[in-house]
């Protein structure tokens, strides 16, 4: 990706765009994020009047980016400048900083994971430009619209067609057996180029997906199944609830809301199926599925050493493994592109993962043609043998795209790992062979804000100190002087650099951030100390989700537990509910009856009681904590909390639960 972030860290680790939360006037704007935005919007006329008098300086671009909807650091920028000055005299022309922008729209857009083009006519790209009379950043205006233009002006978002057509036949596949959504009978047209879009409209194919990816995410019951295209209100509902359920499983949905859906924006729709088509592809790929992955490990490496890789590093070292148990003679693969477009390590990939009583028997014929598209069509035929070829073309190997070059790769591996374990080299009992509850829903919560780079495991990518100094900028804008920060590392000064960011991480903890942080060294954040740095990420999550309550309420006091429990209660009884909140300790909280009547009481109507189950066995507890959850997002909560933390009365995640939900009962227009 071209964003400068990613460049402080591992090249190979997938990661999100970045982006802040600053300030914001329009309160409903800063909990919703910005809306995208719109291509003219660069030439408002307070932008115009910047410009009359000539350039501008440096220290006047960050302010009117912000203003924009850009949301870049200012140690980020620093940089960017320099390359945006052509005449290196510290100020931007008009050109320079319409250049500028087109530049950071285009990196911090969700959507900037797929292929963008602004050329007119670019063969395999289907082409589209987003529209808006009124340049408003106003979340309820329905003014935008979307069309395939190849005269309009404005800077283009675009999706590759391969990469739309194979998403298409992923999910046709992925969802053929299922009753509501008939793909079997009458599948997604790939040769529309707004079917796919089209499909998603209702939100019950992006329910069902998710669901797909990371089971029990959303219960059923919560989806609107059978209305009519005209309702609209329950077509957003289903958004809300996959869009919130997608935040709440860790994908990026920064920017993206159910009108941008509901409208079939491609480049907003393609990013977020992605996104969960690639946990659905990489779920499995752990030691707790596949033991085996132990044989992966390099010399000094223990079995927890595999939780901080990327999928990608996972499955980049499965393939070299593979190979060097072939007579492959190439070099190794570090790539999902360059190095794999001749289909060499493919064909002695596959022969050397294929079942020994495949029949007919697999062979290394491609290698014999020196055609590259026609080799890499034989080696298809091959990946047929064994029915793994997962959509894919032949053009998709030559070109080396690597997101479906990963996409089959990672099916290969999940339906042919090949990795046989002895028993006595199995993982001994106690060794950490995945994430706990508690840290993937914190490593969720991370990753759905759009913090890069990626986290795949809190301790080792946390250590730096980066993410956490980012999340604290979010939470409070510019807490962290980043002229401070080392963003790069020395390979000599390392240690030194990291500890110097982690200290700076632990003194904004304790001020201006009042945290809790007795006993808590930046020494502690680098080794990654598993409890202290829990304890953080905690109050980061804490705050976060009180300083959206502290804005949406315009109040200069912090939001207190007691405010929330005390709004509660209120709304319960206005609503004329029996349930009663006494704390998030409440042991009569695991039912979720109150949760339920506090939704109720929000959106009057929405919950089906005749649903609830009572009981009190912890199978009814949890489908009624999994309807909760459920239900609260489909009103539009940002949930993170699992069933079983209501189960289990979690005091923290609780919280956060009554946290979002005030938030929600804000949002809501009050007659």
Known sequence: MSSSFPAFRNSNVNRANSTGD?????????IRESRWIQPEQWQLPE??????EGAISFSEVLGMLQNLGIKVQRFELDRILEKHDRNKDGQLSKEEFEDLYLKLRAEKDPGSTWNKSVKPMVRGVDRFVTKNNDASDDINSNSSTVEKDQEASGPYHSVLVEERVWTANWVNQLLADDAHLNLRTNPIDTQDPHGLYKRCQDGILLCKLINIAVPKTIDERAINLNFSKQDIFRQSENLELAINSARGIGCKVVNIHSENISKGVPHLVMGLLWQIIRMQLTSEINLKHVPGLVLLLRDGETAESLLKLSPEELLLRWVNYQLQRSQYKGKPVSNFSNDIKDSDAYTYLLNVIA???TRPSLTHNPLNETDLRRRAELMLQESDKIKARAHITPEDVVKGNPKLNFAFVANLFNTYPALELAPEKAPEPGIIIEETREEKTYRNFINSLGIEPHVNYLYSDLCDGLIILQLYDIIRPKTVDWSKIYKTFNAIKERFQKLNNCNFAVNYAKDPLNFKVTGIGGADILEGNKTLTLGLVWQIMRAYTLSILQKLANSSKPIADKD??????????SANKKTVLTSFQDQA???????CDLI????PGSVQYNLLKTSGTPEAKIDNALYAISMARKIGSRIYALPEDIVETKQKMLLTVFACLMATDMLVPKN
């Open 564 to 573: 929330i429990i005390n709004w509660a209660n209120e709304k319960l009884q």
């Open 47 to 52: 932008v115009e009047q910047k410009f009359k």
């Open 600 to 603: 109720d009481a929000i959106k």
């Open 589 to 595: 909280l695991s039912d979720s009856m109150l949760i």
């Open 22 to 30: 600053d300030s914001s006037k329009d309160l409903k704007s800063n």
């Open 355 to 357: 079942p020994a009583n």
